[in-house]
Antibody, heavy 121, light 108 residues
Framework: EVQLLESGGGLVQPGGSLRLSCTASGFTFSNYAMSWVRQAPGKGLEWVSALSGSGGSTYYADSVKGRFTISRDNSKNTQYLQMSGLRAEDTAVYYC??????????????WGLGTLVTVSS | SYVLTQPPSVSVAPGQTAGITCGGN??????VHWYQQRPGQAPVLVVYDDSVRPSGIPERFSGSKSGNMATLTISRVEAGDEADYYC???????????FGGGTKLTVL
């Protein structure tokens, strides 16, 4: 059974940093691209970032480029999202999502339950 | 940047058919995927590659595409179908995944 478990969310001040983790199980982690998708309170889904199965290709939404860094450790079945320069508008539930193929393309066949990030003073 | 347009809300009586549209420029050449998100829950894939249902998704859910519009159709709507529905594509010109704004399905 595929499981994705996010962690690392919490309250952070504007301008601060936070690292999210997503630990996967139930599939061969390195064979699939992974992504982060966020949802601000009462709003829709917003794609944030993605990386290929090898981690060699990374992609970012314009809203986070230059502030967020996505990475993965295939030996630990874990992907990360390092967030810096956080703003109030980054407040959201952050979901970890598994793509259906190794390259960044296609669709998300599994999602985690999400972790809440609140940016506030 | 690529934009997907969905109606904010759709209402339907139980047992009737609901159609949720997703419009985008040249969407005909892209693969469209649909997600259901019940209140307080994570999204769930209900249709991929325009019209394919993942295992475990009822046959009542179907997808189609024509011209610049994709449609998610839910037949014989049930109370449990009440949720937000999102369409999604991969935009190769920007190397971005794109979601529609979401449609809230209300079962009357």
């Amino acid at each position: 059974e595929v499981q994705l478990l996010e962690s690392g969310g919490g309250l952070v001040q504007p301008g601060g940093s936070l690292r999210l983790s997503c630990t996967a199980s139930g599939f061969t982690f390195s064979n699939y691209a992974m992504s982060w998708v966020r949802q601000a309170p009462g709003k829709g889904l917003e794609w944030v970032s993605a990386l290929s199965g090898s981690g060699g290709s990374t992609y970012y939404a314009d809203s986070v480029k230059g502030r967020f860094t996505i990475s993965r450790d295939n030996s630990k079945n874990t992907q990360y999202l390092q967030m810096s320069g956080l703003r109030a508008e980054d407040t959201a539930v952050y979901y970890c999502a598994k793509a259906n193929i190794m390259v960044v393309l296609g669709y998300f066949d599994y999602w985690g339950l999400g972790t809440l990030v609140t940016v506030s003073s | 940047s690529y934009v997907l347009t969905q109606p904010p809300s759709v209402s339907v009586a139980p047992g009737q058919t609901a159609g949720i549209t997703c419009g985008g420029n040249n969407i005909g050449v892209k693969s469209v995927h649909w997600y259901q998100q019940r209140p307080g829950q994570a999204p769930v894939l209900v249709v991929y590659d325009d019209s394919v249902r993942p295992s475990g998704i009822p046959e009542r859910f179907s997808g189609s595409k024509s011209g610049n519009m994709a449609t998610l159709t839910i037949s014989r709507v049930e109370a449990g179908d009440e949720a937000d529905y999102y369409c999604q594509v991969w935009d190769s010109s920007s190397d971005h995944w794109v979601f529609g704004g979401g449609t809230k399905l209300t079962v009357l």
